[in-house]
């Protein structure tokens, strides 16, 4: 099975960026499609950003114009850089196929972004 392990994330203050990234491991992505997902306290996991095999990207409305996702499918890679983070964006931060299977995912990073 197909291991999913996300770093990048950490404590930033309102405006700051940051840089996700996702590795796989044990097998190379063979979907069409990858995605950073998120999930704040209290709230469902909802996808923010989502990118084709051919490099095709999509966001939703919240963090368009400021999230940009990518890939690098040699490396079984997905990236998210983050300019002009807002507290909204606090949650941890996932990355996996899409549409995303039910049981498997990894621990995800922790976003926070405080003054």
């Known amino acids: 099975q197909v291991q999913l392990v996300e770093s990048g994330g950490g404590l930033v203050q309102p405006g700051g960026s940051l840089r996700l990234s996702c590795a796989a491991s044990g097998s190379r992505f063979s979907t069409p499609a990858m995605g950073w997902y998120r999930q704040a306290p209290g709230k469902q996991r909802e996808l923010v950003a989502s990118i084709t095999r051919s490099g095709s990207a999509n966001y939703a409305d919240s963090v368009k114009g400021r999230f940009t996702i990518s890939r690098d499918n040699a490396k079984n890679a997905v990236y998210l850089q983050m300019n002009s983070l807002k507290p909204e964006d606090t949650a941890v931060y996932y990355c996996?196929?899409?549409?995303?299977?039910?049981?498997?995912w990894g621990q995800g990073t922790q976003v926070t972004v405080s003054s």
């Open positions: 996996n196929v899409v549409p995303p299977p039910r049981n498997n």
